[in-house]
């Protein structure tokens, strides 16, 4: 990479039981040696306290408000448009778009910075339970958030259904968005969102996207070894 800005925005997308995080965190681990590397969703969602996590996530938030209040409040306004069976639900998934959409708008220049969930995860996430349909609204901001924080990632984490079932079934901290038993509903919304995303950023050259498989440890290796060699070129 050359330019001002050496960094990059890395966002990796898929269902629970993907790995998601597991190749962010070994393609991270591999960059570190010649990059400055941050994993701010990942850290605040594993290595701080649950008051810290609340408090830096509400910064986060807030400085999507700040910098972008307009797009802000058409996220807002999509996500309630999609009929949530709750006012909870609509808060946290409002808030957690918001949080998001601050982590990418706050990159510092030179920094890559790796999500192991992003905006299209937050896009998925509002499109689980909606009642009405705004995926394809949701994924344009998202990738207007992208283009705007300058060169970007999506990483496309195929695994078979069954896979992403058993993986899921075996998590004893009950850190996931569906159960075992919705994953072929999880499967179709995330092919939906990932068909919109790919029609979106067809005519964004900021934005890149990569495909990989993690349905075993040689496809982890594989797929980690394709997100370096990909992130390196990016431009």
């Keep these: ?110 920094e890559l910075r790796v999500l192991d969930q992003g905006l299209l995860q937050a896009t998925w996430s509002v499109g689980l339970a909606a009642t009405r349909d705004r995926i394809g609204a949701l994924v344009e901001l998202a990738v207007e958030a992208l283009s705007r924080s300058g060169p970007a990632l999506v990483v496309l984490v195929d695994v078979e259904p069954e896979t992403a079932r058993e993986r899921i079934a075996t998590r004893s901290d009950g850190d996931t968005r569906v159960d075992p038993d919705e994953i072929a509903a999880a499967v179709a919304l995330e092919r939906r969102v990932e068909r919109t995303l790919l029609e979106t950023v067809a005519d964004r050259p900021a934005v890149e996207t990569l495909r990989v498989a993690n349905d075993s440890r040689s496809d982890l290796a594989e797929s980690v070894a394709a997100v370096r060699e990909r992130v390196r070129s990016l431009q």
């Design 1 to 110: 990479m050359t330019g001002a800005d050496d960094g990059a925005t890395v966002e990796f997308f898929g269902v629970p039981g993907a790995g998601k995080s597991t190749i962010a965190r070994r393609a991270s681990e591999r960059l570190t040696a010649t990059r400055t590397v941050t994993e701010p969703t990942y850290e605040l969602a594993h290595e701080v306290s649950t008051a810290a996590r609340y408090r830096k996530k509400g910064r986060y938030a807030a400085d999507a408000v700040a910098r972008r209040p307009r797009r802000a409040l058409e996220a807002a306004r999509l996500i309630a448009a999609t009929e949530q069976p709750s006012r909870r639900g609509l808060g946290k998934l409002a808030f957690n778009w918001l949080y998001v959409d601050g982590v990418v708008g706050s990159r510092p220049p030179g």
